[in-house]
């Protein structure tokens, strides 16, 4: 125990009646032993380099301090407060500090306040804070004049919880990628959202992002918690939207008009959605959700494979426009009553298979459409009402 006190040993003999027993080698989760043997708290371990509180890391097990009076390391950043520069101490790229580069810092000064310290940064632009707690982890940022943000911001960062960028408009891949603490989220005028936006976060149960209007791959994957998210302009979203998040109940995307694979697969609570302009939808659209009772996609025209596999209690499907379904439509869903594809031209393989309670299924007035329908189900034989389309109408 001296290792990590010296004293301490003997303290817990006299105060507890711990003895210590010789023993070779043990581990302490989130300490580090340096070549002497001594151990260090770490906040992080990237590429065997450890940062650790108190202005210290250690490399190859040799650790350096640096001068608290010209050096603070914040996560895994060095700030030069003499410099007036911060530097990435990883080989990783992380854009967190070509936010500076871009808006040169004049001074640095901080606030101690009880739990945390205040990193203020007077830049050629004006104010912006970082928050860093008494292990000096980052956990807050304001800056109110970054317009965009590159890949990896502060990607390896664990902890921050509240992040304000009210003039950022574009953000790269990967942005607060290993992220489970953020709490607050303030993104008013974004844009376009890269890859990876806020993967695995389990803390964020709010989002607003008003002006977004394209979000690429795996935006917030594997989110547990998030009960609120309002996207009223986004027009284009990328593969695993939202994938494996259990806590959605409501979604409403008015002007999304193309959606990727594994869009909300593995969402078991959504109860309401509503896609009134979408036009075409990838694979695996809301696969595995048991709560969703009714589905209206008045304009999809085209929809991929596994379409709402596995979902036990949807009973009514309103497709009117869509033409062209993949493989495994509706595959497994043993509550679907009523279904429309007035408009339907083509569909994959096992379309509707294993669907046992269907009532009445609407199809074009198109004898090839019926043909291939009874050929893959001819139980479906009396079930099906073939109507005119409005196009053939007119």
Known sequence: MDNIIEGLTESFAEHYGLEQSFINQFEIPHYVQD??????????????TYYCPNNIVLKQHEPSKLPKDHYIL???????MKEKTIFNCTNNEDSFTKMFQDNPIKKISVEVKTNS??????????????EVDNENRIIGLDNPYVEEIGDNFLCDNIILSTLNLPNVQKIGNAFLYDNSKLLELYLPNVQVIGDNFLLFNTSLTSLNLPNVQKIRNAFLYDNSKLLELYLPNVQVIGDSFLRFNTSLTSLNLPNVQKIGDNFLE????????NLPNVQKIGDSFLGRNNSLTSLNLP???????????VNNVLSKVNLPNVQVIGDYFLFWNNSVIDLNLENLKLFGYDFMANNHSLLKIRIP???????MLIQQHPEYLGKIEMVESEERKR
């Open 299 to 309: 304009n999809v025209q085209k929809i991929g494979n596994y379409l709402l596999f």
């Open 117 to 130: 310290k205040i990193i203020k940064f007077e830049t050629m632009k004006g104010l912006v804070t970082l």
């Open 35 to 48: 070549s002497n043997g001594k151990y260090y708290k770490y906040n992080y371990e990237i590429d065997n």
């Open 365 to 371: 007035n198109n004898e090839q459409v019926y043909e």
């Open 74 to 80: 914040a996560d895994y950043f060095i700030i030069d």
């Open 266 to 273: 593995g969402n078991t609570s959504l109860t309401s959605l």
